[in-house]
T-cell receptor
Framework: EDQVTQSPEALRLQEGESSSLNCSYT??????LFWYRQDPGKGPEFLFTLYSAGEEKEKERLKATLTKKESFLHITAPKPEDSATYLC?????????????FGGGTRLMVKP | SAVISQKPSRDICQRGTSLTIQCQVD?????MFWYRQQPGQSLTLIATANQGSEATYESGFVIDKFPISRPNLTFSTLTVSNMSPEDSSIYLC????????????FGPGTRLTVL
């Protein structure tokens, strides 16, 4: 069964304390892995798309990496405004069409 | 990326009634989707809204409960019918643009509370 698991469920960091969020997947035929940020009461905001193992994408303090079994979202020197829930999702390469399967999310809290 | 709006942004409804949620995009898009996000949980795809034909529903979701329309390439509606408190969720519209493939962009969501 295709699964997407994110860890940890919640993460508290001090401002400036770098860390990583994990998204592991067991799917047959990955066609893309996506990272989103979701603030309370808002829709998910697109961050990155990764397609193949070894690929990396960066945006400000965030860097996403991909291996054959998992993806990491590295946060360097986070600020309080980085506090949000981070979601990863996968798109399958079989006949699943355009469906995204989401993980449960990691709720990040950055304290000043 | 496309600018997506949803109406209403939130509503409180009585059990047994129906609510129609609108999703408007500022440019033509190939694909439109409807997701549900139950309290404290992640997103679950309800259906793909197909322009000019019936929506394609995911397992566990049926047309009688969640009728969907998509009359053109920029607009779709989702109706939540005969509501119960278990339907209390955030309902999200997402789109894939014609020019940028593979990436879905989300609207701001509609927060529904059923009493």
């Amino acid at each position: 069964e295709d699964q997407v698991t994110q860890s940890p469920e919640a993460l508290r960091l001090q401002e400036g304390e770098s860390s990583s969020l994990n998204c592991s997947y067991t799917v047959s035929g990955l066609r893309g892995l996506f990272w989103y940020r979701q603030d309370p009461g808002k829709g998910p905001e697109f961050l990155f798309t990764l397609y193949s193992a070894g690929e990396e994408k960066e945006k400000e303090r965030l860097k996403a990496t991909l291996t054959k079994k998992e993806s990491f979202l590295h946060i360097t020197a986070p600020k309080p405004e980085d506090s949000a829930t981070y979601l990863c999702a996968v798109r399958l390469g079989n006949n699943a069409g355009n469906m995204l399967t989401f993980g449960g999310g990691t709720r990040l809290m950055v304290k000043p | 990326s496309a600018v997506i709006s949803q109406k209403p942004s939130r509503d409180i409804c009585q059990r047994g009634t129906s609510l129609t949620i609108q999703c408007q995009v500022d440019s033509q898009v190939t694909m439109m989707f409807w997701y549900r996000q139950q309290p404290g949980q992640s997103l679950t795809l309800i259906a793909t809204a197909n322009q000019g034909s019936e929506a394609t529903y995911e397992s566990g979701f049926v047309i009688d409960k969640f009728p969907i329309s998509r009359p053109n390439l920029t607009f779709s509606t989702l109706t939540v019918s005969n509501m119960s408190p278990e339907d209390s969720s955030i309902y999200l519209c997402s789109v894939e643009e014609m020019t940028i493939t593979d990436t879905q962009y989300f609207g701001p969501g509609t927060r529904l509370t059923v009493l």
